[in-house]
């Protein structure tokens, strides 16, 4: 009996299932391929993936390889526990020497893709989870809603598969967010309840104990909230609550001390004397930063900066879908009875009161804290409440699905109002998707420092020989980092911190199976010293130094236009152009439709004359 085709109704149910599903990936993947360069900020935790994977975890003894970590020569600003950088390297390994092995991997720096890749893939699954949770709780409209306003924002999207502790601790924050919308349905077992309700308390703990301490800000007044709401009691939430912080420090503090032991003391952690403060690096962090305040070297802000300044810039489209429906919501708490409900969506009081008296708490906990540290320490980013957002989109999203499919009954003209609803909620969505347009467009030239190496490999002179090549500051802030030095081995005992290549100086892999393509022909030397000899043109002379990559041409006696060379004579006759980087250097009102962009060349390559 021949079995009969499936349907056409078949078919499109079960393709309508998969979008939704897919869509994060393939979001948040296409951001990672457009933009696969990193910044300084993102580096501590690239690195170290880079010497998981390069040198594995052999640390202890005298044929330890912990001498050759990136983070003993250059340490960060602050220290920054390594357990996320190991975990993700371990995750990406297999991976990564599977591509190797069948020869899908050629570079390094399709390893770095690759990391991120798997950082993106993380908070995609996260984020299924959620909406998958979502449907369950609100319906289908709402999900599509969530999925459409989040995926079509600028923000998480582009960063979810960057390297920066916020971002590698927000996959845990959005499943949190999804095991407690669960745990508050009326259906499921109390025990079941009780369990995901501990499993997110414990996780965002662990969060904010190892990764970014700001964390417990949204998660006490959550804990708070339950407790109120009687889903769990205090003595449940302490009980979690420890589990979570002695538990994940029992785990991340023997591996801290041992990779930041030998690095303390340093010239650039000059506050950082004492063993002691390693064992808890958030908490040092903590101190360093707001108590100390070293933040405000970073920058100053406002103490209104998240309300005017974070909020708006992250939600676009979705702010005024927000404010609709926190005011329908509070009217609706005051007794002003408001008749918003579409056929298919949840009533919008009952589904943003829900929402905010499980999160609002938290939301109000984080920026409101966050505001009052930022204006005492004198400086706030939008990624420190980037926690928050999939709050924001939620309640969004609730108000969205109730106006698509509002019925307007007793509205005159109902068929028109409904209509322009529609469009309306279409426009604000368009409206997300053309900001997220035009700041990819503008993102993906910011990284100059990443388009060094193609450069280089441009350069006849360097591929029949042994060269070094120097980076300074700017172009590792940029995107050079340890995956875009392509024609690198990994080192082998060396003190200096040229990082030397030469074949005399290689290690053999740690892993079974090499978690890095052998390195291109001929053998580079990198240098990223940031020593006396190699901050002036003549000590880099005196140095030997073949190529140098530097944004402050003018002290080689490198003239741009309307430049003025800054450098001697000397060396002038030292130093010649063999290359530039050109990048995004800065957007303004002018122009033709009011904005202008400037394109300019960011770094020079300067080769050794004779």
Not at 73 to 85: C, D, I, K, M, N
Not at 226 to 231: G, N, S
Not at 482 to 504: C, D, N, W
């Amino acid at each position: 009996m021949k079995s009969t085709p499936p349907s056409f109704a078949r078919v499109r149910r079960k393709l309508l299932n998969t979008l939704p599903n897919l869509a994060p990936f393939v979001v948040t993947f296409a951001h990672v391929l457009l933009s696969p360069y990193t910044k300084v900020e993102e580096s501590f935790t690239l690195h170290a993936v880079h010497d998981v994977l390069a040198y594995g975890l052999d640390l202890g003894g005298e044929g330890g390889k912990l001498a050759l970590w990136d983070h003993v020569t250059f340490p960060g600003a602050v220290p920054r526990s390594f357990l996320p950088p190991i975990i993700l390297g371990l995750v990406t390994y297999p991976f990564v020497a599977a591509g190797v092995a069948l020869g899908w991997i050629q570079t390094k720096l399709q390893v770095q893709i690759l990391v991120r890749l798997i950082l993106a893939a993380a908070f995609s699954h996260s984020f299924n989870h959620l909406s998958k949770t979502l449907r369950t709780r609100y319906g289908p409209a709402v999900r599509i809603w969530f999925i459409l306003l989040s995926l079509s924002s600028f923000h998480i999207p582009y960063y979810a598969g960057r390297t920066l502790p916020n971002f590698m601790a927000l996959p845990g924050v959005i499943l949190s967010i999804s095991l407690l919308l669960r745990a508050g349905t009326r259906t499921g077992p109390p025990a079941v309840s009780i369990r995901r309700t501990r499993n997110a308390i414990i996780l965002l703990t662990s969060l904010a104990t190892i990764v970014r301490l700001e964390i417990a800000l949204f998660l006490l007044p959550v804990t708070l909230s339950l407790v109120l709401a009687k889903r769990a009691t205090v003595s449940q939430v302490i009980r979690w609550g420890m589990i979570g912080g002695f538990g994940s420090l029992a785990v991340s503090a023997p591996l801290d001390y041992t990779l930041w032991k030998p690095t303390i003391p340093h010239p650039s952690l000059p506050t950082f004397t004492s063993p002691l403060q390693i064992l808890w690096p958030e908490l040092s962090a903590l101190h360093y930063n707001a108590l100390q305040g070293h933040s405000a070297e970073w920058g100053i802000m406002s103490k209104h900066y998240y309300f005017t300044n974070s909020l708006p810039k992250l939600l676009v489209g979705s702010l005024p879908l927000v404010a609709l429906g926190l005011g329908v919501w509070a009217l609706s708490t005051l007794g002003i009875k408001v008749a918003f409900a579409g056929r298919e969506g949840v009533k919008v009081p009952e589904g943003v009161g829900e929402t905010l008296r499980l999160f609002g708490l938290g939301v109000l906990g984080l920026i409101g804290a966050m505001s009052c540290i930022g204006h005492k320490a004198s400086h706030a980013e939008w990624r420190f409440i980037i926690y928050s957002l999939p709050v924001f989109h939620l309640v969004a999203s609730i108000t969205a699905a109730s106006l698509w499919s509002f019925p307007w009954t007793q509205a005159r003209f109902r068929s028109q109002l409904r209509k322009l609803t529609k469009l309306g909620l279409l426009g604000l969505l368009a409206l997300n998707f053309a900001v997220t347009g035009v700041m990819t467009f503008l993102s993906v030239d910011n990284y100059p420092g990443g388009e060094v190496w193609k450069v280089l490999e441009s350069i006849p002179q360097a591929q029949d020989r042994l060269i070094t090549i120097h980076f300074p500051s700017y172009p590792l802030q940029t995107g050079a980092t340890l995956f875009t030095f392509l024609h690198e081995r990994p080192r082998q005992g060396l003190t200096s911190p040229v990082t030397a290549t030469s074949g005399a100086s290689t290690i053999s892999s740690p892993w079974a199976y090499p978690a890095f393509p052998p390195p291109l022909e001929p053998r580079w030397i990198y240098s990223k010293s940031e020593s006396e000899e190699y901050s002036t043109p003549n000590g880099l002379w005196n140095s030997d130094v073949d190529y140098v990559v530097t944004g402050n041409w003018a002290e080689y006696g490198i003239i741009e236009g309307d430049d003025e060379a800054s450098g001697s004579a000397a060396d002038r006759r030292r130093w010649r152009l063999v290359g530039e980087v050109h990048g995004l250097d800065g957007v303004s009102r002018g122009g033709k439709y009011g904005v202008e962009i400037r394109w300019a060349r960011k770094l020079a390559i300067l080769g050794r004359v004779g």
